[in-house]
């Protein structure tokens, strides 16, 4: 298995390739494999795979029956990605999600990357933490540009070892606060010291998102640009990657569509009585066996 300094440094190796990241959610040990062990090979003779995976707030607090209020610390996550990190070997991305207090959010740092976390993100919202692609149909505020940029700075000096990436993300767009705004801030934030930009958006034909990275590129042309396309959906990778992105993550799709899966055989079961109707949609058991090693 990979060492932790390894694992921590791999991200910002990654990004120093020049080359979009392909990352996908992982909210467990299995879903962590499955993601590690997905490859495509396309008909010009080109292999797609996953670079690195996310541990999703949303669907770490899903995952145990509560709400997605920020109820769960990193400490408390933590045993999570140590269970993940046992069984792959992929850098991972980890959503603080506001960070806390700034004093907190340093402690965090330390303990993060003590676990070989590859990158934290955290996000420009102050109060009680509601989902972004709520919107304005919820109470949300932000925390002032200098609020935010001391809590960058703060999480910056109290890392111990070299590589793990702390990435600021902007919902300036979520909030209806404007392009401006968006773009301001998120200067600031790299001056500050973040070593990256998340830009979230609730926009479903993704317009103003392809503007940002426009936008911002012409000021930081080197600097890690992340999107997380759950509302645009539509948009291919290679779009995204062509207008500057260096990363997009697939936020909550393995959640998604597991509990789908699990909600419809569960009724499958219920309605006829017996399991073969739901047979050819369930991964058969040698394949159960063949993908965790060790097993047979």
Same mark, same amino acid.
């Given at each position: +298995? +990979?060492?932790?300094?390894?694992?921590?440094?791999?991200?910002?190796?990654?990004?120093?390739?020049?080359?979009?990241?392909?990352?996908?959610?992982?909210?467990?040990?299995?879903?962590?494999?499955?993601?590690?062990?997905?490859?495509?090979?396309?008909?010009?003779?080109?292999?797609?795979?996953?670079?690195? /995976?996310?541990?999703?707030?949303?669907?770490?607090?899903?995952?145990?029956?509560?709400?997605?209020?920020?109820?769960?610390?990193?400490?408390?996550?933590?045993?999570?990605?140590?269970?993940? *990190?046992?069984?792959?070997?992929?850098?991972? /991305?980890?959503?603080?999600?506001?960070?806390?207090?700034?004093? !907190? *959010?340093? /402690?965090?740092?330390?303990?993060?990357?003590?676990?070989?976390?590859?990158?934290?993100?955290?996000?420009?919202?102050?109060?009680?933490?509601? $989902?972004?692609?709520?919107? $304005?149909?919820?109470?949300?505020?932000?925390?002032?540009?200098?609020?935010?940029?001391?809590?960058?700075?703060?999480?910056?000096?109290?890392?111990?070892?070299?590589?793990?990436?702390?990435?600021?993300?902007?919902?300036?767009?979520?909030?209806?606060?404007?392009?401006?705004?968006?773009?301001?801030?998120?200067?600031?934030?790299?001056?500050?010291?973040?070593?990256?930009?998340?830009?979230?958006?609730?926009?479903?034909?993704?317009?103003?998102?392809?503007?940002?990275?426009?936008? *911002?590129?012409? @000021? @930081?042309?080197?600097?890690?640009? /992340?999107?997380?396309?759950?509302?645009?959906?539509?948009?291919?990778?290679?779009?995204?990657?062509?207008?500057? *992105?260096?990363?997009?993550?697939?936020? $909550? !799709?393995?959640?998604?569509?597991?509990?789908?899966?699990?909600?419809?055989?569960?009724?499958?079961?219920?309605?006829?009585?017996?399991?073969?109707?739901?047979?050819?949609?369930?991964?058969?058991?040698?394949?159960?066996?063949?993908?965790?090693?060790?097993?047979?």
């Amino acid at each position: +298995m +990979m060492d932790t300094d390894t694992r921590r440094t791999r991200l910002a190796t990654l990004f120093g390739r020049s080359r979009c990241l392909r990352v996908l959610e992982a909210h467990s040990p299995i879903s962590a494999l499955l993601a590690q062990q997905a490859k495509l090979e396309l008909a010009s003779g080109r292999s797609v795979s996953y670079d690195a /995976i996310w541990s999703s707030s949303l669907t770490d607090s899903t995952q145990r029956g509560l709400p997605d209020i920020e109820i769960l610390s990193p400490s408390n996550r933590l045993q999570g990605v140590r269970e993940i *990190f046992d069984v792959c070997t992929m850098p991972l /991305i980890f959503d603080a999600d506001t960070g806390g207090k700034p004093e !907190h *959010f340093a /402690i965090h740092i330390k303990m993060l990357e003590r676990a070989g976390v590859s990158a934290v993100v955290i996000e420009d919202k102050c109060g009680l933490k509601k $989902n972004s692609l709520f919107g $304005n149909a919820v109470s949300q505020s932000q925390e002032t540009t200098a609020e935010f940029c001391e809590k960058i700075r703060v999480g910056c000096a109290s890392r111990s070892y070299p590589g793990l990436m702390i990435i600021a993300r902007c919902e300036s767009l979520i909030l209806e606060q404007g392009m401006q705004d968006a773009i301001e801030r998120c200067l600031a934030y790299v001056d500050a010291g973040a070593d990256g930009i998340m830009i979230h958006s609730r926009k479903k034909d993704g317009l103003e998102i392809l503007e940002f990275a426009r936008l *911002f590129r012409q @000021h @930081h042309p080197n600097v890690a640009l /992340i999107c997380v396309p759950t509302s645009y959906a539509h948009l291919r990778f290679e779009e995204l990657e062509q207008a500057g *992105f260096n990363a997009v993550i697939y936020a $909550n !799709h393995m959640l998604r569509s597991a509990y789908l899966a699990m909600r419809d055989t569960a009724n499958q079961i219920l309605a006829n009585g017996r399991t073969l109707e739901v047979e050819p949609r369930c991964l058969g058991i040698d394949e159960i066996l063949d993908l965790v090693p060790g097993t047979r």
